[in-house]
């Protein structure tokens, strides 16, 4: 990914590129936005303004990027900041959606796409607690396998999950874009991972 020409960041960005180098992943404070783009429309969440502060870890098993969605203007400050987790991965095969409540990036507004229906995986406790999306049932039970389900119920998870062939869109509502959040997002990305490599 080759980096915008903008140098503006937000702030706390300085925080994010120690945490970066300290870890050995690639840092770049404004990231190309194509790549980010490329995963868009998104199912449940918003598509916003700028993607800053990207950090790329390389593993046998996949590429995670964690970055900070900018909702707003460069220089004005947004509702609210947040983190968000993508990975390229083997095993997901199947596309589907889950939310849990609205958080802030909830996507209300489908003006290029229609949302894909909502759909209940015949799982009382995860039917009870997740609102999920996808094309059929026989496609979100794929998409959200028995694990990944417990997982995430266990964990009480509260956010967006957004499933695609060969990767995911990671979004956990209330984690800041602080050392603290990229790390939580990033393990949270390895643990839905491990879901899909080992289904048992």
């Known amino acids: ?5 903008s140098r503006w960041t937000p702030p706390g960005s300085q925080t994010i590129e120690y945490f970066a180098r300290a870890r050995g992943f690639s840092y770049e404070a404004r990231p190309d936005e194509r790549w980010f783009r490329h995963w ?16 790329t870890e390389r593993t046998p098993y996949g590429i995670f990027v964690i970055a900070e969605p900018w909702t707003a203007g460069e ?9 968000v987790g993508f990975a390229q991965v083997a095993g997901p095969t199947r596309r589907a959606a889950m939310r849990v409540g609205e958080p802030f990036l909830t996507r209300v507004a489908f003006l290029e796409s229609p949302p894909p229906p909502q759909v209940k995986l015949d799982d009382p406790e995860w039917d009870a607690s997740m609102t999920t999306f996808a094309r059929s049932a026989d496609d979100a039970r794929a998409a959200f396998p028995p694990k990944l389900r417990r997982l995430l119920c266990d964990r ?31 393990r949270i990305a390895h643990d839905i991972t491990k879901a899909f490599i080992f289904p048992q």
């Open 156 to 186: 009480n998870f509260r956010g967006h999950l957004e499933i695609r062939q060969g990767g995911f869109v990671i979004h956990h509502e209330g984690v800041p874009p602080t050392a603290y959040g990229y790390e939580l997002t990033l």
């Open 40 to 55: 868009e429309p998104h199912d449940t969440l918003v598509s916003p303004e700028y993607w800053v502060n990207s950090c």
């Open 1 to 5: 990914m080759s980096a915008s020409t």
């Open 75 to 83: 220089g004005l400050e947004p509702v609210d900041r947040a983190v």
